[in-house]
């Protein structure tokens, strides 16, 4: 008798199964066609790192302080600034990144003392290695403020005539030495 | 010059041979369009179940996707283990597509529509269907691989297990007929779907009153047992232990690569055709529309047109059953061993004895009054 129970039981719980598979199969699919189709990737995404710069003066935020290289525990970032004419600090010349050793560990963000760099939203990076190994972060920064309509900042633009007098303070124009 | 090659060719002594040569090229024809664009049904099924598409990129809806298949089968090489028997194993894919083929012949399609209209048909799908369980022994014997024998050893066990049920249940199909002929079987058929045997066995309406009782009265249950044993014969999910990919990386195919095993996969796929086609003519009146016995006369006396519906009526009743096998395979698990065989000797070999008994009872009780 149990097994008779039992035999039924067990089919009555095959008809569910099938009725449940025969729901989703009329239901519409919920795939997203990648290569044609993306998904908004969410603004916390850690993707490589990249340069942050004022929304108004399209100026990048870095000072070439180069905590974020040494807070880095793969080595990854070599940067380089010099101080343009007529300004008080530094700024980023050449931030090179070599992605390949980046473990995405935020570290370099979270050292930076001037909020200048973020972790962008890039994630579909596949390629050759070399292709992205060393991403140059001042041209990356460059073709964003481009895209946004705006010109990057040049730190090898002469100092414009009304800086020298509204900061008198200022030295020389001489590109600093290299640090 | 054609017209008499034409004529040459379409009057008898030789209209027996084009025909049968005809037959032979349409049914490689089915066969392989069917086996090629079943993987593709079984993909985009597989999909929807999972809510997924399934395959969109090849071709309109993924239809590029089975000769996309095929060609990246071909293009690889066919190499047999060292050490392994070259000609058993070669013969194994052959021996294993080869039967469906035969069998396709004496299936009826409709009305007039099939090879060979022989006597034994029923015989003869079932004889030459239980090739495939040798063909596959031998796959895993000639590999040279112990995974590969033991696997086949399971594949063996389970086919004779679900033969003995099937061929039990269509004893009693037979019984009620009274016939091996398929187009035969079909023929009886003929009227609403009362009239299939799926529900004939429980009351004969086409006689009426008492004492007309069809034979069978659990004949769903005989459909039930007879589908399931179609799904075991063929190693279809939830039954495949032949191939089980996921856990015997291929069961009895692990040396095969390339088109050798692209073969036991059309095959796979042929045999459900057969199988589903054998069900809808035992179970569910063949090409007959069931729509009752007006509609039926009416189709026959509409010459070819009547008889490309019956054929219509046909596949769509077969391969509503093929969908119902890809339903069910991604509905569910596989079945561990133990249960597999448990199932066929504790519960499904009872029931269809009992209902053979049932049936060769009810068939003779009139006669005793
Ligand atoms: S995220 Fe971590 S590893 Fe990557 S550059 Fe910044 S500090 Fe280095
Ligand atoms: S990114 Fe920040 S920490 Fe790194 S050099 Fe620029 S200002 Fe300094």
């Given at each position: 008798?149990?097994?008779?129970?039992?035999?039924f039981?067990?089919?009555?719980?095959?008809?569910?199964?099938?009725?449940?598979?025969?729901?989703?199969?009329?239901?519409?699919?919920?795939?997203?066609?990648?290569?044609?189709?993306?998904?908004p990737?969410?603004?916390?995404?850690?993707?490589?790192?990249?340069?942050?710069?004022?929304?108004?003066?399209?100026?990048?935020?870095?000072?070439?302080?180069?905590?974020?290289?040494?807070?880095c525990?793969?080595?990854?970032?070599?940067?380089?600034?010099?101080?343009?004419?007529?300004?008080?600090?530094?700024?980023?010349?050449?931030?090179?990144?070599?992605?390949?050793l980046?473990?995405?560990?935020?570290?370099?963000?979270?050292?930076?003392?001037?909020?200048?760099?973020?972790?962008?939203?890039?994630?579909?990076?596949?390629?050759?290695?070399?292709?992205?190994?060393?991403?140059?972060?001042v041209?990356?920064?460059?073709?964003?403020?481009?895209?946004?309509?705006?010109?990057?900042?040049?730190?090898?633009?002469?100092?414009?005539?009304?800086?020298?007098?509204?900061?008198?303070?200022a030295?020389?124009?001489?590109?600093?030495?290299?640090? | 010059?054609?017209?008499?090659?034409?004529?040459?060719?379409?009057?008898?002594?030789?209209?027996?041979?084009?025909?049968?040569?005809?037959?032979?090229?349409?049914?490689?024809?089915?066969?392989?369009?069917?086996?090629?664009?079943?993987?593709?049904?079984?993909r985009?099924?597989?999909?929807?179940?999972?809510?997924?598409?399934?395959?969109?990129?090849?071709?309109?809806?993924?239809?590029?996707?089975?000769?996309?298949?095929?060609?990246?089968?071909?293009?690889?090489?066919?190499?047999?283990?060292?050490?392994?028997?070259?000609?058993?194993?070669?013969?194994?894919?052959?021996?294993?597509?080869?039967?469906?083929?035969?069998?396709?012949?004496?299936?009826?399609?409709?009305?007039?529509?099939?090879?060979?209209?022989?006597?034994?048909?029923?015989?003869?799908?079932?004889?030459?269907?239980?090739?495939?369980?040798?063909?596959?022994?031998?796959?895993?014997?000639?590999?040279?691989?112990?995974?590969?024998?033991?696997?086949?050893?399971?594949?063996?066990?389970?086919?004779?297990?679900?033969?003995?049920?099937?061929?039990?249940?269509?004893?009693?199909?037979?019984?009620?007929?009274?016939?091996?002929?398929?187009?035969?079987?079909?023929?009886?058929?003929?009227?609403?779907?009362?009239?299939?045997?799926?529900?004939?066995g429980?009351?004969?309406?086409?006689?009426?009153g008492?004492?007309?009782?069809?034979?069978?009265?659990l004949?769903?249950?005989?459909?039930?047992?007879?589908?399931?044993?179609?799904?075991?014969?063929?190693?279809?999910?939830p039954?495949?232990?032949?191939?089980?990919?996921?856990?015997?990386?291929?069961?009895?195919?692990?040396?095969?690569?390339?088109?050798?095993?692209?073969?036991?996969?059309?095959?796979?796929?042929?045999?459900?055709?057969?199988?589903c086609?054998?069900?809808?003519?035992?179970?569910?009146?063949?090409?007959?529309?069931?729509?009752?016995?007006?509609?039926?006369?009416?189709?026959?006396?509409?010459?070819?047109?009547?008889?490309?519906?019956?054929?219509?009526?046909?596949?769509?009743?077969?391969?509503?059953?093929?969908?119902?096998?890809?339903w069910?395979?991604?509905?569910?698990?596989?079945?561990?061993?133990?249960?597999?065989?448990?199932?066929?000797?504790?519960?499904?070999?009872?029931?269809?004895?009992?209902?053979?008994?049932?049936?060769?009872?009810?068939?003779?009780?009139?006669?005793?009054?």
């Amino acid at each position: 008798m149990n097994l008779v129970t039992e035999t039924f039981s067990g089919f009555l719980s095959l008809i569910t199964g099938l009725r449940i598979t025969i729901k989703q199969f009329f239901s519409p699919t919920i795939t997203t066609h990648y290569p044609h189709q993306t998904l908004p990737i969410a603004k916390k995404f850690r993707g490589h790192i990249e340069l942050k710069w004022n929304e108004e003066t399209g100026k990048p935020n870095c000072t070439a302080c180069n905590i974020c290289a040494k807070a880095c525990p793969s080595d990854c970032i070599v940067l380089d600034g010099i101080k343009p004419a007529g300004e008080k600090g530094k700024t980023v010349t050449s931030y090179k990144l070599d992605y390949t050793l980046c473990s995405l560990c935020s570290l370099c963000v979270e050292a930076c003392p001037f909020d200048a760099i973020q972790h962008s939203n890039r994630y579909n990076l596949a390629s050759v290695p070399n292709q992205w190994a060393n991403m140059d972060l001042v041209q990356r920064y460059k073709d964003q403020v481009t895209r946004v309509g705006k010109t990057p900042y040049d730190p090898y633009a002469p100092a414009p005539a009304a800086a020298p007098a509204a900061e008198p303070a200022a030295p020389a124009p001489a590109p600093t030495a290299q640090p | 010059m054609i017209e008499s090659i034409f004529k040459f060719f379409t009057t008898e002594p030789y209209w027996t041979l084009t025909r049968s040569i005809l037959y032979l090229v349409g049914i490689c024809i089915f066969v392989a369009a069917n086996a090629a664009y079943l993987v593709w049904v079984e993909r985009k099924g597989a999909g929807r179940f999972q809510r997924r598409p399934g395959p969109t990129e090849s071709g309109p809806w993924g239809l590029l996707q089975p000769p996309a298949d095929g060609i990246k089968l071909l293009a690889k090489q066919l190499m047999a283990p060292p050490g392994s028997d070259k000609i058993l194993f070669w013969a194994a894919p052959l021996m294993v597509i080869a039967p469906p083929l035969v069998c396709l012949a004496a299936i009826p399609f409709g009305n007039n529509v099939l090879a060979r209209d022989l006597n034994i048909g029923l015989l003869m799908v079932f004889s030459f269907g239980s090739i495939n369980v040798m063909a596959l022994m031998l796959g895993g014997w000639a590999s040279r691989n112990k995974y590969a024998i033991i696997s086949a050893a399971r594949v063996v066990s389970q086919n004779v297990a679900y033969e003995i049920p099937m061929l039990l249940v269509v004893i009693t199909i037979i019984m009620v007929t009274g016939t091996m002929n398929l187009q035969e079987i079909i023929v009886q058929q003929a009227g609403g779907f009362w009239n299939w045997n799926i529900l004939r066995g429980i009351w004969d309406f086409s006689g009426g009153g008492w004492g007309h009782i069809g034979g069978n009265l659990l004949a769903p249950v005989t459909f039930l047992i007879f589908y399931i044993c179609m799904l075991a014969e063929t190693n279809r999910a939830p039954f495949d232990m032949a191939e089980a990919e996921s856990e015997l990386v291929a069961g009895a195919f692990t040396e095969y690569g390339g088109m050798g095993f692209g073969v036991f996969f059309m095959a796979e796929y042929a045999n459900i055709v057969v199988g589903c086609a054998l069900a809808t003519i035992l179970f569910l009146g063949g090409w007959q529309s069931g729509l009752g016995s007006g509609f039926g006369t009416l189709l026959t006396s509409w010459g070819v047109i009547g008889t490309v519906i019956g054929v219509g009526f046909f596949f769509a009743k077969m391969y509503f059953l093929i969908f119902s096998v890809v339903w069910i395979r991604w509905t569910f698990p596989r079945t561990q061993f133990y249960g597999l065989l448990n199932l066929s000797w504790k519960i499904l070999i009872p029931i269809s004895l009992f209902t053979l008994l049932l049936t060769s009872v009810l068939l003779k009780l009139p006669r005793l009054f």
